[in-house]
């Protein structure tokens, strides 16, 4: 009996890890560019506790890892020259203090030297990879959807569009940002498209989250009562084993 207790505690264990996850997203709901997070779980065969004939096999449930959903967010119009939304497959190339990140937040403006920078002000590179700079002498700012940027006649530059070959290899880093865990470069996207004056949002879905939140609680709450029906079960067993001793 106590491996069915061990199976319900590792049960429970991979119930609050997605509750987490899933409380996170609708936290995340109106976030610029946030992608939903799913856990991944499966069994693991492990050594009985203790069986009748000591070799039946128990699984338990274990956390493989997190799934990120990158469907695309619904576009919404801003109006800003330095607001810029992904159509497709690709990220914003980032220059950090801790390396090159990533990002789907477009939600940049300029810093006092006239880069193009982000919330956090890390400069947003070029195709180059060296900071876009904007100079207010020479107009307004108009970017193209395959991301060149231009003030008047003047090229200034062009956005990086970057994507890997495995959004697997892509990992979360804070303030919205993703490093990449390879050590391959990504590949600039030629097929997605840049969106001036737009924002891409979170691609959560609220009431779906809601459920699943609904669902975990349920869950939980079954298990936990298989738990304590098991080890009533145990107990009453003792109680009355030692009553015919």
Do not use: C, W
């Amino acid at each position: 009996m106590d491996n069915a207790l061990y199976v319900g505690l590792s049960r429970q264990m991979t119930l609050r890890r997605q509750l987490d996850i899933v409380a996170n997203n609708i936290a995340n709901a109106n976030t610029t560019g946030f992608k939903t997070e799913d856990l991944m779980v499966a069994t693991e065969q492990g050594k009985p506790a203790k069986t009748l004939d000591g070799k039946s096999p128990v699984k338990f449930v274990m956390d493989t890892g997190v799934a990120r959903d990158f469907t695309q967010g619904a576009m919404t119009k801003t109006g800003g020259d330095f607001d810029l939304a992904i159509e497709g497959m690709g990220f914003f190339h980032v220059q950090t203090a801790s390396g090159d990140r990533y990002t789907r937040d477009g939600r940049f403006t300029t810093n006092p030297e006239g880069q193009v920078v982000t919330e956090q002000g890390n400069p947003v590179l070029d195709e180059g990879g060296g900071p876009m700079t904007i100079d207010p002498t020479l107009g307004p700012v108009s970017i193209g959807k395959d991301g060149t940027v231009s003030q008047g006649a003047v090229r200034v530059g062009r956005v990086a569009v970057v994507r890997p070959d495995d959004m697997a290899s892509m990992a979360k880093d804070g303030d919205n940002l993703y490093r990449n865990t390879t050590n391959t470069t990504l590949q600039a996207a030629p097929d997605a498209r840049v969106h001036q004056g737009m924002l891409e949002s979170s691609n959560v879905q609220p009431v779906i989250e809601i459920t699943k939140l609904i669902e975990i609680q349920r869950a939980y709450e079954g298990v936990a009562k298989m738990m304590d029906n098991t080890a009533e079960l145990s107990r009453t067993a003792v109680e009355r084993l030692g009553k015919v001793n």
